[in-house]
């Protein structure tokens, strides 16, 4: 079983990490799941709480229809 990469590190998810946060959502800016990234329960729920609030402040967009066609 793969351990989760915030526990492996021993970080929090934070809203400023922008590179590090794009590393959980696909290349449409949709979050992934736990069964894709490999999180815990305890620290996807706080990543999903950071990538929201990120979008909110501008930092990450909503969706990215690049390459769609």
């Known amino acids: 079983m793969n351990k989760c990469f915030f526990c492996q590190y021993q970080v929090l998810p934070s809203f400023k990490d922008?590179?590090?946060?794009q590393?959980?959502?696909?290349p449409r800016k949709?979050?992934?799941g736990?069964?894709?990234?490999?999180?815990?329960?305890?620290?996807?729920?706080?990543?999903?709480?950071?990538?929201k609030y990120a979008r909110y402040l501008g930092?990450?967009?909503y969706v990215s229809y690049?390459?769609?066609r």
């Open 34 to 51: 736990r069964d894709k990234t490999g999180t815990c329960a305890k620290h996807q729920r706080q990543l999903t709480k950071q990538i």
């Open 59 to 61: 930092l990450l967009p």
């Open 30 to 32: 949709k979050l992934l």
């Open 66 to 68: 690049q390459g769609s």
């Open 18 to 21: 922008i590179e590090n946060l």
């Open 23 to 26: 590393r959980f959502i696909s």
